[in-house]
């Protein structure tokens, strides 16, 4: 079946560090990728998205490439902020008569420190 | 703001009891989903609905069951509750029809059986 790995946490960097969370995939077909934020207290947030090969999904200074010969979406931003600590997840939605339905990670969570 | 709303936020229930809990979207939107949250796991799909009296399991469905009987409600319950599902629950909306859209989430409600 579909899955999504991410890379271990927790993840703590230092502000203004250079920050990858590692994403792969299992699907059949051409699944759409997904990266969501999820605050303290809250409910999840879409950060980004690419719903075909080589898209780059970009938001608020995070980016992600779909890179379907490695099967990874990797989320990257180049300076972070003590806002940015949070908890993300890659998600992938398999398409086709998926209903819509998301197949998450386990996720990973950021800490950043002044 | 996707207009969703989780009720209640916290409860703390025993063993045993039956729980319900409520998913209440304004905006009229077709696709719902109920999923829980633990650590190490990610978000789990517990069920998911396609329409009013249209409902279907999702990954680990075993002790819920769910009921959509109008557009904006999607009530899932806990016939008895078990320790094991201890957990936060999140309901999802999907608010595009294409397949390959995000879905928004509300808040959560934390559960808590003793």
């Known amino acids: 079946g579909d899955s999504v790995t991410q890379m271990e946490g927790p993840v703590t960097l230092s502000e203004e560090a250079f920050l990858t969370i590692n994403c792969t995939y299992t699907?059949?077909?051409?699944?759409?990728l997904f990266w969501y934020v999820q605050y303290p207290g809250e409910g999840l947030q879409l950060l980004l998205k690419?719903?075909?090969?080589?898209d780059k999904g970009s938001n608020k200074g995070f980016e992600a490439t779909y890179r379907k010969e490695t099967t990874s979406f990797h989320l990257e931003k180049g300076s972070v902020q003590v806002s940015d600590s949070a908890v993300y997840f890659c998600?992938?939605?398999?398409?086709?008569?998926?209903?819509?339905?998301?197949?998450f990670g386990q996720g990973t969570i950021l800490t950043v420190h002044p | 703001d996707a207009g969703i709303t989780q009720s209640p936020r916290h409860k703390v229930t025993e063993t045993g009891t039956p729980v319900t809990l409520r998913c209440h979207q304004t905006?009229?939107?077709?696709?719902m989903y109920w999923y829980r949250q633990d650590p190490g796991h990610g978000l789990r799909l517990i069920h998911y609905?396609?329409?009013?009296?249209?409902?279907d399991k999702g990954e680990v469905s075993d002790g819920y069951s769910v009921s959509r009987s109008k557009t904006e409600d999607f009530l899932l319950t806990l016939e008895s509750a078990t320790s094991s599902q201890t957990s936060v629950y999140f309901c999802?909306?999907?608010?595009?029809?294409?397949?390959?859209?995000?879905?928004?989430f509300g808040n959560g409600t934390r559960l808590t059986v003793t």
């Open positions: 999802a909306i999907r608010e595009i029809m294409e397949n390959n859209s995000p879905l928004h």
């Open positions: 699907a059949t077909g051409y699944p759409s």
């Open positions: 690419a719903t075909k090969a080589d």
């Open positions: 998600a992938l939605n398999a398409g086709g008569t998926s209903y819509g339905k998301l197949t």
């Open positions: 905006e009229n939107h077709r696709y």
């Open positions: 609905s396609y329409g009013v009296k249209d409902t």
